[in-house]
């Protein structure tokens, strides 16, 4: 079955640095999104992205986050200016659509990327 | 805004027992969709059994079945025959079914335990 890969799976930054998390959604999928979960605390959505620009993001993405979809295939988060509160784990979603056969509303999740911010 | 509550942090269940995971939430929409996703070691989270609010039956998979009570705001999940594959964390999650990004909010999650 086809699955969305997230590279890396750790990756430690210093405050300030800048970071871009990648992904790469099921090849036939339109909507893509990135969630994260700061350790022991709720998975929370961050921003969708569809027909190469933003559909919808949430408060917390503000002006140091922003997206990507350079190639057609890789989909990434990049964090301008790290902050200590940034440490979490990020994880990429991609869904089919209505012109999917089979399931157009599921979210198909990565394994997330751990980011610390030391 | 709608929120989601998983009031169980944590839950143990014997291999081939029953057990059920409690999930509420809270929104002013009528027409909406609720989840259930699985998160094992690996992290990789899974779509265990989705539920729309306008059906009156519940969801079932398999040995995954949910009890959805739309008055109480309550979605739980039940879990028969329980086996140690099971053990991960368990994700309750809403959706609008309005036009939109179809984003998710999720709770806390419960973490499951699967005793040999």
């Known amino acids: 079955e086809p699955e969305v890969t997230q590279t890396p799976s750790h990756q430690v930054t210093q405050m300030g640095q800048e970071v871009i998390l990648r992904c790469v959604p099921i090849?036939?999928?339109?909507?893509f999104y990135w969630y994260r979960q700061i350790l022991g605390q709720k998975v929370e959505f961050l921003v969708s992205?569809?027909?190469?620009?933003?559909?919808?993001k949430s408060e917390i993405f503000d002006d140091q986050f922003s997206v990507e979809r350079p190639d057609g295939s890789n989909f990434t988060l990049k964090i301008r200016s790290t902050k200590l509160e940034d440490s979490a784990m990020y994880f990429c979603?991609?869904?089919?659509?209505?012109?999917?056969?089979?399931?157009?509303?599921?979210?198909?999740f990565g394994p997330g990327t751990r980011l610390t911010v030391t | 805004a709608q929120t989601v509550t998983q009031s169980q942090p944590e839950m143990s269940v014997q291999e081939a027992e029953t057990v059920t995971l409690s999930c509420t939430y809270d929104?002013?929409?009528?027409?909406?969709?609720l989840f259930w996703y699985k998160q094992p070691p690996s992290r990789q989270m899974i779509l265990v059994i989705r539920?729309?609010?306008?059906?009156?039956q519940n969801a079932t998979e398999n040995r995954f079945s949910v009890n959805f009570q739309k008055a109480a705001k309550s979605f739980s999940l039940k879990i028969s025959d329980s086996q140690l594959g099971d053990a991960a964390m368990y994700f309750c999650a809403y959706r609008s079914a309005g036009a939109g990004s179809y984003q998710l909010t999720f709770g806390k999650g419960t973490k499951l335990s699967v005793i040999p």
């Open positions: 539920q729309e609010a306008y059906k009156q």
């Open positions: 090849s036939n999928h339109l909507y």
């Open positions: 992205f569809y027909n190469n620009e933003i559909s919808e």
């Open positions: 929104t002013s929409e009528s027409d909406y969709y």
């Open positions: 979603a991609s869904r089919g659509g209505r012109g999917a056969v089979v399931r157009h509303y599921e979210q198909y």
